[in-house]
């Protein structure tokens, strides 16, 4: 799948997604603006309770927390606490890593 405007930027931004239901799936523009702000929030939303995000074939968005720990301020030596906290991971699923490497590939065979 690939994007427009992807190739003066590295990013492909939410509009990118949009303009991509729109043209697939026949929604109007503003269905599918709809449709892929619906998605994000309910993401947004699982996240917020706690609870992990898997979505099958693509990837898995996990909560961990992460305790007080001890460290050192490269710039000064002085000691800092960083504090306890929850972090949001990211894990691809194997057929999305295997689609990128496979893209990478056709990439660097051209």
Request: net charge positive; proline share 3%; hydrophobic share 35%.
């Given at each position: 799948?690939?994007?427009?405007?992807?190739?003066?930027?590295?990013?492909?931004?939410?509009?990118?997604l949009?303009?991509?239901?729109?043209?697939?799936?026949?929604?109007?523009?503003?269905?599918?603006?709809?449709?892929?702000?619906?998605?994000?929030?309910?993401?947004?939303?699982?996240?917020?309770?706690?609870?992990?995000?898997?979505?099958?074939?693509?990837?898995?968005?996990?909560?961990?927390?992460?305790?007080?720990?001890n460290?050192r301020?490269?710039?000064?030596?002085?000691?800092?606490?960083?504090?306890?906290?929850?972090v949001?991971?990211?894990?691809?699923?194997r057929?999305?890593?295997?689609?990128?490497?496979?893209?990478?590939?056709e990439?660097s065979?051209s």
């Open positions: 799948m690939i994007l427009k405007n992807t190739e003066s930027r590295s990013t492909v931004v939410k509009s990118d949009v303009d991509r239901v729109y043209e697939k799936v026949g929604f109007t523009r503003q269905e599918a603006v709809e449709a892929v702000e619906t998605l994000l929030n309910e993401i947004k939303s699982v996240l917020a309770k706690g609870e992990s995000v898997r979505i099958s074939r693509f990837a898995s968005f996990n909560l961990r927390d992460k305790s007080a720990r460290a301020n490269p710039k000064t030596g002085e000691p800092i606490e960083i504090r306890s906290r929850r949001l991971t990211f894990k691809p699923s057929q999305l890593l295997d689609a990128t490497n496979q893209y990478s590939d990439q065979d």
